[in-house]
């Protein structure tokens, strides 16, 4: 058995977009990512949507700009991990879900007047939203599987199904 780690962070420099995030979900992080070892590349790899696209990044770049909050680990069979790299390269480069965001926000303010529906910009699998992309992970790849539909993941979300998983 292996494991990858499910990890929450924020920007070390203020940036709008990540404020929102935290202020609307009274939350200290606004990123969610997947990191794995890889010991052919004796190298720690974070994989995650973030700017415009779905990417890879070294821990040294990514943590040049980020706060790790917290992260989880989480235990992969090395089949699944194989299926898992062979996910993440087949979607690096595919766009990051701006309309998809928009969803969510209109989920999140429906929340606060007590209603609850589902985001009505789901991308599917050709865009993802980092909380979508890690909980898409989770639910495919790995014996954690958040309830719900993962096209209506948020950080807090994935944040506190993890926590009381552990």
């Known amino acids: 058995m292996e494991t990858i780690t499910v990890g929450f962070s924020r920007p070390k420099k203020w940036r709008p977009f990540a404020w929102l995030i935290m202020t609307a979900y009274g939350i200290d992080y606004d990123h969610v990512y997947i990191k794995f070892h890889s010991d052919s590349l004796q190298r720690d790899v974070i994989y995650?949507?973030?700017?415009?696209?779905?990417?890879?990044?070294?821990t040294?770049?990514?943590?040049s700009d980020n706060i790790v909050v917290r992260e989880f680990q989480v235990n992969i069979s090395a089949e699944s991990k194989v299926k898992l790299m062979q996910?993440?390269?087949d979607n690096a480069g595919k766009p990051y879900s701006l309309k998809?965001?928009?969803?969510?926000?209109w989920v999140k303010v429906c929340s606060w007047f007590g209603k609850k529906v589902s985001?009505?910009?789901?991308?599917?699998?050709?865009?993802?939203?980092?909380?979508?992309l890690a909980d898409y992970?989770?639910?495919?790849?790995?014996?954690?599987?958040p309830p719900g539909d993962f096209e209506?993941?948020?950080p807090r979300y994935l944040y506190e199904f993890l926590d009381s998983n552990q």
């Open 87 to 89: 996910f993440a390269i």
């Open 137 to 145: 992970i989770l639910e495919n790849f790995t014996d954690k599987n």
């Open 48 to 58: 995650q949507a973030s700017k415009s696209m779905i990417n890879f990044m070294g």
């Open 100 to 105: 998809e965001v928009v969803g969510l926000a």
């Open 119 to 132: 985001n009505p910009f789901k991308e599917g699998t050709d865009e993802y939203v980092c909380s979508v």
């Open 152 to 154: 209506n993941s948020d």
């Open 60 to 63: 040294s770049v990514f943590e």
